[in-house]
């Protein structure tokens, strides 16, 4: 029987060019990711915090959120972790590091209370 030899082709070395993978919006994971970082800076509301607003009928215009938000933000940037929130019409506890409004209170319910496990507070007034 007759051996038959082979001899590879030599291919030319595969190279990696120093692109970053992109989407279909032609950007790259880290820029869609820093993105959608930035464009939740909005709160989230706990149930049990939502069901306090609903029940005691508390009602936060969009300004008096937009005026919290940035203020949660400005006190996330200080190193707070939960914060009470006071406006006109209600007390928010607030977890600065989860961007989360744990609990709220009308203004006629905070009256003699005490606020634990918080280490800021932030006061808006209209």
Same mark, same amino acid.
């Given at each position: 029987?007759? *051996?038959?030899?082979? %001899?590879? @082709?030599?291919?030319?070395? $595969?190279?990696?060019? !120093? *692109? *970053?993978?992109?989407?279909?919006?032609?950007?790259?994971?880290?820029?869609?990711?820093?993105? +959608?970082?930035?464009?939740? %800076?909005?709160? /989230?509301?706990?149930?049990?915090?939502? !069901?306090?607003?609903?029940?005691?009928?508390? #009602?936060? #215009?969009?300004?008096?959120? *937009? /005026?919290?938000?940035?203020?949660?933000?400005? +006190?996330?940037? /200080?190193? @707070?972790?939960?914060?009470?929130?006071?406006? !006109?019409?209600? +007390?928010? @506890?607030?977890?600065?590091?989860?961007?989360?409004? @744990?609990?709220?209170?009308?203004?006629?319910? $905070?009256?003699?209370? $005490?606020?634990?496990?918080?280490?800021?507070?932030?006061?808006?007034?209209?």
């Amino acid at each position: 029987m007759e *051996k038959i030899r082979f %001899n590879p @082709i030599p291919l030319p070395p $595969i190279t990696v060019k !120093d *692109k *970053k993978p992109v989407n279909s919006n032609g950007k790259s994971f880290s820029e869609e990711l820093n993105g +959608a970082i930035t464009q939740t %800076n909005s709160l /989230k509301i706990s149930k049990h915090a939502n !069901d306090r607003l609903s029940e005691r009928r508390i #009602t936060i #215009t969009d300004s008096q959120w *937009k /005026k919290v938000e940035e203020k949660v933000t400005e +006190a996330k940037s /200080k190193g @707070i972790k939960d914060s009470l929130v006071l406006l !006109d019409q209600a +007390a928010l @506890i607030v977890s600065i590091k989860n961007g989360t409004v @744990i609990t709220a209170m009308g203004a006629q319910d $905070i009256k003699e209370h $005490i606020f634990t496990d918080i280490d800021g507070t932030i006061i808006l007034n209209d």
